[in-house]
């Protein structure tokens, strides 16, 4: 799913935890 978020960019804060 972290993987996914960071591809569709949905939420910053998703995108900062995948990171």
Not at 1 to 19: I, Y
């Amino acid at each position: 799913m972290a993987s996914s978020t960071k591809k569709v960019g949905a939420t910053p804060a998703m995108v900062s935890f995948d990171v």
